[in-house]
């Protein structure tokens, strides 16, 4: 057992509003700059619908992520390492800009220079990428608040494969009752396969806390690594000719900070802290079987930190007692393994994601109102759970690949709490049946409601600092899957170097960072000045 620690998000769905706050303030912290004027680190999706970049999820398509071979063994959906040699100098399989969207922004100018007439002036959109006038024809979220829905959700992977599987007809209509926003960014993977996908060795994971990033200076703009993530949350900077992604704002977390999307949450949604897991088991997990086994494989993978045996293996493996501490006091491990309410962004990808989401319940005490029936009411909830098959199908697809019990779990348990609570502030008592039903007890599901409604701020970001004396923890380590012959590994030579192998990091100095992120012109290299 090879114990090491992992900072990981949950996002609870029910209280997100489709601000886009979190998407705005990432925007303008990470990438206000030229050739990123697409991209998006952090997006919130309008479901049902496509998706940024549109039908993301279609890995017959865009073939991303993990696939199980009949030995049993994992190798990318993207061809292995010989595939990828021959097809190296070639564009290899990634959205085009229009299933991204085409960026834009107004000529205002004309709004106060344009000459006296008898019309108004109007400002008519302009691409960022030509400067020229441009039609609007997609955007990040062209589906937001179902505003696009009607035209392209019939094409929702997800909803195909509904279809599919039920051999049936199935009427569109039912979005009336179920919408929901869905944040997202970088999952951060414990098995990521971008990193297995670089043929330069440029991405890597920190040893000390996970956190998936790109040496900027090792990257070669092969771009195989946006085939290899299959939820396309890695970026071709179409200036600097390198690939970028979301940090997970680590320069904040390394001083005990959150994200700025964290930070900025007006729903307050996001959760943030530390698990640890068995790095030596990751390998297994991932090439479990049975896809719907998967998020109990993943699960089984996460270490309970309250264990005197994983506490002592920790320490043992020079994880910090303050580390340990929050591990133990990680909202997100309490959310993932203690309550079980949270679940994976599509776990048969096989990347074993560490941005978990709780399902939302909203739109099933929505429907229930809207009918005359009172939504907190713990009988009409679990029977509204089990007769709304497909939005929990739908849920299922999203994130226990396909597995509706587990889903129906969860929903039983938020429906549980929301009942048992309104007995609890109305005077009512507190209903220990109910609690049993869902096989919690009166006190775990107090806890879970502060956790989940009233949870201050120190309780939600459980951030341990980073330590100064582990710095060289900061560098490369290797991937879970790097064996010898092992998918994705690369032999040093021409082509580039071992996908994931432990190599030496660049540092710059944050001014130097700042300039290069920031300068408008380049240097004679072709790189940021």
């Known amino acids: 057992m090879r114990i090491m620690a992992q900072v990981g998000m949950v996002m609870n769905l029910d209280k997100c509003i489709g601000c886009h706050t979190c998407s705005v303030t990432c ?106 006038n441009t039609t609007i024809d997609w955007s990040a979220n062209w589906d937001d608040s179902l505003g696009g829905t009607y035209a392209t959700g019939e094409v929702d992977p997800v909803i195909e494969k509904l279809r599919a599987e039920a051999n049936q007809q199935i009427k569109f209509e039912y979005e009336k009752s179920f919408m929901f926003f869905l944040p997202r960014i970088c999952e951060h993977c414990l098995n990521p396969s971008c990193m297995a996908s670089c043929p330069s060795g440029a991405i890597y994971k920190r040893a000390e806390d996970g956190i998936v990033l790109v040496d900027q200076d090792r990257c070669r703009g092969w771009r195989q690594c946006i085939t290899g993530c299959p939820y396309k949350k890695i970026y071709f900077n179409h200036r600097s000719g390198k690939a970028e992604k979301c940090t997970f ?61 994983i506490e002592a293996a920790a320490r043992a493996a020079d994880i910090p007692d303050d580390w340990i501490d929050a591990a133990k006091r990680s909202p997100i491990y309490a959310l993932i393994k203690d309550y079980k309410v949270a679940l994976p962004l599509h776990p048969e990808y096989r990347t074993m994601p560490m941005v978990w989401y709780i399902p939302p319940l909203s739109p099933v005490v929505d429907l229930l109102k809207s009918q005359g029936h009172d939504g907190e009411q713990a009988n009409n909830l679990f029977g509204a759970i089990d007769e709304l098959r497909i939005p929990v199908e739908y849920l299922a697809e999203l994130f226990t690949a396909g597995d509706t019990e587990v889903v129906t779990r969860v929903l039983q348990k938020l429906a549980a709490m929301r009942s048992y609570m309104r007995g609890v502030t109305l005077d009512l008592g507190r209903d220990e049946e109910l609690a049993t039903a869902v096989g919690m007890t009166g006190a775990e599901i107090e806890r879970m409601y502060r956790l989940l409604a009233i949870a201050k701020y120190d309780e939600r970001y459980v951030i341990p600092k980073a330590h100064v004396e582990q710095a060289h923890n900061l560098e490369e380590m290797g991937c879970s899957l790097d ?45 940021p000045t």
Request: glycine letters at 8%; aromatic letters at 12%.
């Open 27 to 132: 925007k303008q912290a990470w990438t206000n700059r030229a050739g990123t004027e697409y991209v998006w680190f952090n997006n919130v999706e309008t479901r049902p619908g496509l998706g940024y970049p549109r039908r993301y999820e279609d890995q017959a398509k865009w073939r991303g992520g993990w696939v199980r071979t009949a030995s049993g063994r994992l190798k990318l959906r993207a061809g292995g390492r010989f595939q990828k040699l021959f097809s190296i100098f070639a564009s290899p399989v990634q959205p085009e800009l229009h299933d991204y969207y085409e960026p834009w922004t107004y000529d205002y100018d004309n709004l106060v220079k344009a000459p006296l007439g008898d019309d108004f002036p109007v400002a008519r959109p302009k691409s960022l990428i030509t400067g020229k």
């Open 249 to 309: 704002c680590y320069p904040r977390l390394e001083v005990g900070l959150p994200t700025v999307c964290s930070e900025t949450c007006v729903g307050r949604l996001r959760y943030i802290g530390i698990i640890l897991y068995d790095a030596d088991a990751v390998t297994a997990a991932a090439a479990t079987k049975d896809e719907k086994a998967l998020y109990q494989a993943q699960l089984d993978v996460i270490l309970d930190p309250h264990d005197p045996k």
């Open 483 to 527: 064996f010898e012959e092992g998918p994705g590994m690369f032999e040093s030579g021409p082509f580039g170097e071992a996908s994931g192998r432990p190599v030496p990091v660049a540092l710059e100095l944050f001014n130097a960072s700042r300039l290069r992120q920031t300068a408008d012109d380049t240097s004679e290299t072709g790189q």
